[in-house]
């Protein structure tokens, strides 16, 4: 008779360490599961906030440019804008190509072109004028009217990649 109250003592003590043992593990399970329910919200959580960083960026970026889609400027508005499609393609560190234009890199670049009223219609790249000096393009073109006439955006970031302005005035 002992020898069973102590083999039920024992069956007993066994199976309150299996129980404690098993409910170890499914806190150990539960404890896991919501660490990992917690990493990938905080992972979507980042992603979403980097794409609306990068989102507002472009929006911000563009603005500076996209106000002169059809609208009528002076060759002094068009001198700025020019300055600051060079600016931001230094900034953005664009690429020349061997003739001196920036290369489209489909992220950030901007190229502009200039088409001009004269007998040919020739058109004239933002570098060309740049390097010409604005100044000087200023001194000759400055009460001249022109009309941005093309805007396209890069694919992947949706920022202005190009524009075109044409000479409305002589």
């Known amino acids: 008779m002992q020898n069973l109250s102590k083999m039920v003592k024992i069956i007993i003590a066994n199976n309150k360490q299996k129980c404690y043992n098993l409910k170890d593990e499914n806190m150990k399970k539960l404890a896991i599961f919501f660490l990992i329910l917690v990493i990938i919200v905080v992972g979507i959580s980042y992603m979403y906030l980097n794409y609306k960083a990068t989102y507002n960026q472009a929006k911000r970026d563009n603005m500076q440019f996209e106000s002169y889609y059809n609208q009528e400027i002076y060759g002094t508005d068009l001198a700025t804008i020019i300055n600051k499609a060079v600016d931001s393609n230094k900034n953005n560190e664009i690429q020349k190509d ?34 010409g000096g604005t100044s000087t393009f200023v001194q000759y073109y400055s009460q001249i009217k022109f009309k941005c006439t093309k805007l396209q955006y890069h694919q992947k970031t949706n920022k202005v990649k190009y524009l075109l302005f044409e000479q409305i005035t002589e």
Do not use: P
């Open 98 to 131: 061997n003739k001196g234009k920036y290369i489209n890199n489909d992220k950030d670049s901007i190229n502009i072109d200039i088409k001009m009223l004269d007998d040919n219609g020739t058109i004239y790249s933002m570098e060309k004028i740049f390097n």
